[in-house]
């Protein structure tokens, strides 16, 4: 759980989605999670806007001044680090045949889907507080103020990663493509990725498509592309892996008509990146990619 505190209405662009690839899934009846943000996020064109004060106090944001307020991240899934996903966790409403359908309809008509996240520029005083071994040691549970929890000032950057979704050549598989990482032909999962002796995929982040399509929201017949990214965000120190995760789990919540929160896409993709995928991150990257813009960010637990 953590308590994020909104310091700039600045860009905030996820899940950015093209307009006809928005229109098809609102005229499709398809539940969209973010769909409640989207009228205070975005424009028709699709930018990125400036929220007004009066648009700030419909999301929680104070404007008065001397009064912080943020956003308290509470997950309603029930995790644990250290431990497997519990049996069941996600609840799907749509086959992965319709979901394909879905795919395959939309190409014949010219329609894209992509999900673009913000990776993090900026991580001021408290870098580090948030990884998960930080957070145990010091977070007292018998803080009564904020003051006295770790936590960390983070800011998005301008580059980004985008993912495109499109339906995969074989029907009955996961295929994963990211030039700029060498993975220049499909690297295909035919149904679920076995976990090792650990609980970890066998080849890391190169199983994250299949694991979170395929195990979490039991879909098939679906190609995950990662589009091109700036050589200097490609040097590494930006959160690209929490940019990925993150869009992962929302894809395959939107594919699979599975309704996360936010907070849910936060717990589950930092659980996943140190556990089943053998990583080290607290969720910085994460909350950059969801929220975009400057943050204080306060961790609970």
Same mark, same amino acid.
């Given at each position: 759980?953590?308590?994020?505190?909104?310091?700039?209405a600045g860009?905030?662009t996820?899940?950015?989605?093209?307009?006809?690839?928005?229109?098809?899934?609102?005229?499709?009846g398809v539940?969209? !999670?973010?769909?409640?943000?989207?009228?205070?996020?975005?424009?028709?064109?699709?930018?990125?806007?400036r929220?007004?004060?009066?648009a700030?106090?419909?999301? =929680?944001?104070?404007t008065? !001044?001397?009064?912080?307020?943020g956003?308290l991240?509470a997950?309603?899934?029930?995790l644990r680090h250290?431990e497997?996903?519990?049996?069941?966790?996600?609840k799907p409403?749509r086959?992965?045949?319709?979901?394909?359908?879905?795919?395959t309809?939309?190409?014949?008509?010219?329609?894209?889907?992509?999900?673009?996240?913000?990776m993090?520029?900026?991580?001021?005083?408290?870098?580090?507080?948030?990884? !998960?071994e930080?957070?145990?040691?010091l977070t007292?549970? $018998?803080?009564?103020?904020?003051?006295?929890?770790?936590?960390?000032?983070?800011v998005?950057?301008?580059?980004?990663?985008t993912?495109?979704?499109?339906a995969?050549?074989?029907?009955e598989?996961?295929?994963?493509?990211?030039s700029d990482y060498g993975?220049?032909?499909?690297?295909?999962?035919?149904?679920?990725?076995?976990?090792n002796? $650990?609980?970890?995929c066998p080849k890391?982040?190169?199983?994250?498509?299949?694991?979170?399509l395929? $195990?979490?929201? =039991?879909?098939?017949?679906?190609?995950v592309?990662?589009e091109?990214i700036?050589?200097?965000?490609?040097?590494?120190?930006?959160e690209?892996?929490n940019?990925?995760?993150?869009?992962?789990?929302?894809? =395959?919540?939107m594919?699979s008509d599975?309704?996360?929160?936010?907070?849910?896409?936060f717990?589950?993709?930092v659980?996943?990146? $140190?556990?089943e995928?053998a990583g080290?991150t607290?969720?910085?990257?994460?909350l950059?990619c969801?929220l975009?813009?400057a943050?204080r960010h306060?961790?609970?637990?």
């Amino acid at each position: 759980i953590i308590f994020s505190t909104f310091y700039f209405a600045g860009r905030i662009t996820f899940p950015s989605i093209t307009r006809r690839s928005l229109f098809y899934f609102i005229r499709g009846g398809v539940l969209f !999670p973010f769909g409640a943000h989207l009228s205070l996020l975005f424009s028709l064109e699709m930018k990125a806007l400036r929220i007004p004060a009066p648009a700030l106090l419909r999301r =929680g944001i104070s404007t008065t !001044p001397g009064v912080v307020t943020g956003s308290l991240f509470a997950p309603t899934l029930q995790l644990r680090h250290g431990e497997p996903l519990p049996e069941g966790l996600l609840k799907p409403g749509r086959t992965y045949a319709e979901a394909r359908a879905i795919l395959t309809t939309s190409k014949l008509a010219d329609i894209t889907f992509s999900v673009t996240g913000h990776m993090r520029g900026l991580d001021g005083p408290g870098s580090s507080l948030d990884l !998960p071994e930080f957070q145990r040691r010091l977070t007292d549970p $018998n803080a009564k103020s904020l003051a006295e929890l770790p936590s960390t000032l983070t800011v998005a950057s301008g580059f980004t990663s985008t993912i495109t979704i499109e339906a995969a050549e074989d029907p009955e598989s996961i295929e994963y493509i990211a030039s700029d990482y060498g993975i220049n032909t499909p690297y295909r999962v035919k149904g679920k990725v076995v976990l090792n002796n $650990n609980g970890r995929c066998p080849k890391g982040m190169l199983d994250a498509p299949g694991y979170v399509l395929a $195990n979490l929201f =039991g879909l098939r017949g679906v190609r995950v592309t990662v589009e091109a990214i700036a050589p200097m965000a490609l040097a590494g120190g930006m959160e690209s892996s929490n940019v990925f995760l993150t869009s992962l789990l929302a894809v =395959g919540a939107m594919l699979s008509d599975t309704p996360l929160t936010e907070a849910d896409l936060f717990a589950l993709a930092v659980k996943l990146e $140190n556990d089943e995928f053998a990583g080290l991150t607290g969720g910085q990257g994460h909350l950059c990619c969801l929220l975009g813009g400057a943050h204080r960010h306060v961790w609970l637990s």
